[in-house]
Nanobody
Framework: QVQLVESGGGLVQPGESLRLSCAAS????????MGWYRQALGEVRELVAD???????RYTDSVKGRFTISRDNAKNTVYLQMNSLKSEDTAVYYC???????????????WGQGTQVTVSS
């Protein structure tokens, strides 16, 4: 019921920047969390950053100070500004959208198609 379209991935050198975008359409909830997970080859998928409808933000420790998540409510879009990229950031990044109940629990989960981020010299 929710479609997520990602863009912004690519190949960059260490220290450079990328900005990911994720636009949501369909049955948009008034209570949600939206953000990105990533999965590197041979590794489990991990949360990178997300933001709730109430404005709460969280980041995984490895990206704090380098990545910034933001939201444009009018466009139902979230952005992930990724600065000072490292080779360790190389992964497929998946946009994630979660319906939340009033207690903050996830009741529906949707995934984008994934976008490849490669950081290499």
């Amino acid at each position: 019921q929710v479609q997520l379209v990602e863009s912004g991935g690519g190949l960059v050198q260490p220290g450079e920047s990328l900005r990911l975008s994720c636009a949501a359409s369909g049955s948009i909830s008034s209570l949600y969390a939206m953000g990105w997970y990533r999965q590197a080859l041979g590794e489990v998928r991990e949360l990178v950053a997300d933001i709730t409808s109430g404005g709460s933000i969280r980041y995984t420790d490895s990206v704090k100070g380098r990545f910034t998540i933001s939201r444009d409510n009018a466009k139902n879009t979230v952005y992930l500004q990724m600065n000072s990229l490292k080779s360790e950031d190389t992964a497929v990044y998946y946009c994630n959208y979660e319906y939340r109940n009033r207690f903050g629990a996830s009741v529906r989960t949707y995934w984008g198609q994934g976008t490849q981020v490669t950081v290499s010299s």
